[in-house]
């Protein structure tokens, strides 16, 4: 049966904004296969389930951030031995994004490791935004907290989405960063909508957080006005020299579990299977994917730390029957972005 002809028509009473905590906890409590049926039902309605966006992410300032997140090699507070570099040049920075779109790429996201910028800094990101729009590519950028000017000076530069995870519950957030607030992150992302650019927004688990304190982030994501269209859930990253450094393993079922309540609270939206993935085998990964995710990072770095190789992605993709998503255009690019591969035919 094709995917199309599987696909339902959109129910709307899918999309809530409304969701209690008890209801969060009973869908982490039903049994593995109940939750994932149920996960894989939903996504279904609202995607093919075969096909899965590849994004590309840039570093364009690396480290001496000034904030104190604890699970993050680029705060100047923690000795991780990252090497420090400034702003990239325009150019540097198109030339990446050139690459990214040759190997397939349809969505470049550029970060940096600012708490927010400045306004020196603003016209080089415009200009990196309109440059990597120029190719055809989605942009995405997360540079910190962004005021409602910022936001929109983005939005006209023709910034697609914006990158701000609340990264984990309002309870368990001040154990984890202590130079911004919650409601700072809720502003951010309140500019970011206002502006009318697509908002990313989703957080960590395994920080040693507890279930709850993941039922909470998705509760506030799924209970703002707007659902994000992007919801990055990240595997920590234990990273050398961070606090978060020794923090245990989050048991796998339970990461599954978290990708699985996000899909079914957030079904229009897009969950990426973020940061973490290098710790991740084939069979989680499929597993994740199962369960709704639907995006990934592509590509061998993430920010600073490894990501799998792309033509380990690309192998299982083919090995799934999964399509790498080519980007809804509004209009035809001048130079079309290659197809990787039809799955189909592998
Ligand atoms: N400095 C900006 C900010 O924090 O908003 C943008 C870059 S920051 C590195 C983007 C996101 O990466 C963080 O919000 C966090 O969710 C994620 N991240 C950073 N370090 C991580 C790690 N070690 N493991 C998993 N995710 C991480
Ligand atoms: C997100 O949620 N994850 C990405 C992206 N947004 C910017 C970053 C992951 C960073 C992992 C640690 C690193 O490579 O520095
Ligand atoms: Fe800075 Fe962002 Fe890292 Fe926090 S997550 S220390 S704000 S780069």
């Known amino acids: 049966?094709?995917?199309?002809?599987?696909?339902?028509?959109?129910?709307?009473?899918?999309?809530?904004?409304?969701?209690?905590?008890?209801?969060?906890?009973?869908?982490?409590?039903?049994?593995?296969?109940?939750?994932?049926?149920?996960?894989?039902?939903?996504?279904?309605?609202?995607?093919?389930?075969?096909?899965?966006?590849?994004?590309?992410?840039?570093?364009?300032?690396?480290?001496?951030?000034?904030?104190?997140?604890?699970?993050?090699?680029?705060s100047t507070r923690y000795d991780t031995g990252l090497e420090v570099e400034k702003l990239m040049e325009v150019d540097k920075v198109l030339e990446q994004a050139r690459a990214a779109k040759n190997a397939g790429s349809t969505r470049f996201c550029m970060g940096a490791a600012w708490r927010c910028p400045k306004p020196r800094d603003m016209p080089h990101v415009v200009a990196m935004v309109e440059g990597v729009r120029k190719m055809g590519m989605e942009t995405c950028m997360t540079l910190g907290m962004l005021s409602e000017e910022q936001a929109k000076q983005l939005a006209d530069a023709g910034l697609d989405y914006y990158n701000h995870n609340l990264d984990t519950s309002p309870e368990f957030y001040g154990d984890i960063i202590t130079t911004r607030t919650y409601q700072d992150r809720l502003d951010t992302l309140d500019h970011v909508r206002s502006s009318g650019m697509k908002v990313c927004s989703g957080g960590i688990v395994g920080m040693g957080e507890q279930q709850t304190d993941r039922a909470g982030m998705l509760q506030q994501l799924a209970n703002l006005p707007q659902h994000p269209e992007s919801v990055p859930i990240n595997m920590l990253v234990r990273v050398e020299g961070t606090p978060l450094a020794g923090q245990e393993d989050l048991d796998p079922i339970e990461f599954i579990r978290t990708i699985a309540v996000a899909r079914i609270m957030m079904p229009a939206s897009h969950v990426r299977l973020s940061a973490g993935r290098e710790e991740m085998n084939e069979q989680m990964h499929a597993l994740a994917y199962f369960a709704g995710a639907n995006s990934i990072f592509y590509g061998e770095k993430l920010l600073t730390t490894p990501n799998p190789r792309a033509n380990e992605d690309l192998a299982l993709f083919a090995r799934l029957g999964i399509n790498p998503e080519q980007r809804e255009l509004t209009e035809a690019p001048k130079d079309p972005s290659p197809h990787f591969y039809d799955a189909a035919s592998v």
């Not at 899918?14 to 008890?22: F, K, L, V």
């Not at 590309?56 to 480290?63: E, V």
Request: glycine fraction near 2%; charged fraction near 20%.
């Open 1 to 74: 049966m094709s995917t199309a002809t599987a696909r339902t028509v959109h129910n709307e009473q899918h999309i809530r904004h409304d969701w209690t905590s008890a209801e969060i906890a009973a869908l982490f409590k039903l049994p593995f296969n109940d939750l994932l049926f149920e996960a894989q039902s939903l996504h279904r309605q609202y995607f093919d389930p075969n096909q899965v966006q590849v994004s590309t992410l840039l570093s364009i300032k690396t480290g001496a951030c000034p904030e104190d997140c604890a699970y993050c090699p680029q």
